[in-house]
């Protein structure tokens, strides 16, 4: 059974730093791995897709990468601002459900 | 704008009722979802269909009822059967290419007491 984790649960950065954020599956077979932003008591925004043949994704300041053999993904943020405080989630596909990871709570201060 | 729309976003019920939540899509998808989110747990789905007039159960499914009879809309009943219904509803779709992106809607807020 697919797992998804994400660590860690919370990262709280000043502004201008460069941080990225972790994504570990446990089952290598899957079609594509998506990053989503959420903010309090609002759905998920699609950022990043990365199909399971690609190595990595680029949008304006977040690159996500894809190792399939090691079951991991990273989520780069570069030059952070407090506009990007929000909950990020990663979620792989399988068949056809996406499995969720639990998310990391991400907090820049100015 | 094409968009999923859920409604609607806050929802108070009393316990042992049934309530039907929304969620329609006009951006052409075939396959449309319903999670579950509560705090510190991932999201969980409850029910999906890939067709008009086809669904499956997800992970969740005991206490929940679905229909599609419509391409564009996949509500959600929580009947009394579900034991804690309070949670944040999230309906989503995605297109018919096996890559294509999971789009969320804004989600509902049941409350049952």
């Known amino acids: 059974k697919q797992e998804v984790t994400q660590i860690p649960a919370a990262l709280s950065v000043p502004e201008g730093e460069n941080l990225v954020l972790n994504c570990s599956f446990t089952?290598?077979?899957?079609?594509?791995l998506q990053w989503f932003r959420q903010d309090p008591g609002k759905g998920l925004t699609s950022l990043l897709l990365i199909q399971s043949s690609q190595r990595e994704q680029t949008s304006g300041r977040l690159n996500a990468s894809l190792d399939k053999s090691s079951g991991r993904s990273t989520l780069y943020i570069a030059a952070s601002q407090p506009g990007d405080s929000a909950t990020y989630l990663c979620?792989?596909?399988?068949?056809?459900?996406?499995?969720f990871g639990t998310g990391t709570r991400l907090q820049v201060f100015p | 704008d094409g968009g999923i729309t859920q409604s609607p976003k806050y929802l108070f019920r009393k316990e042992g009722q049934n309530v039907t939540l929304s969620c329609e899509q006009n951006?052409?998808?075939?396959?449309m979802y319903w999670y579950r989110q509560d705090p510190g747990q991932g999201l969980r789905l409850i029910y999906y269909?890939?067709?008009?007039?086809?669904?499956q159960k997800g992970d969740i499914a005991e206490g929940y009822s679905v229909s599609r009879e419509k391409k564009e809309s996949f509500p959600l009943t929580v009947t009394s059967a579900q034991k804690n219904p309070t949670a944040f509803y999230l309906c989503?779709?995605?297109?018919?290419?096996?890559?294509?992106?999971?789009?969320f809607g804004n989600g509902t807020r049941l409350t049952v007491t």
């Open positions: 269909s890939q067709i008009v007039n086809d669904f």
């Open positions: 951006l052409n998808h075939d396959a």
């Open positions: 089952d290598s077979a899957i079609y594509n």
């Open positions: 989503a779709s995605r297109g018919r290419e096996s890559n294509s992106p999971l789009h």
């Open positions: 979620a792989v596909r399988g068949t056809d459900k996406l499995i």
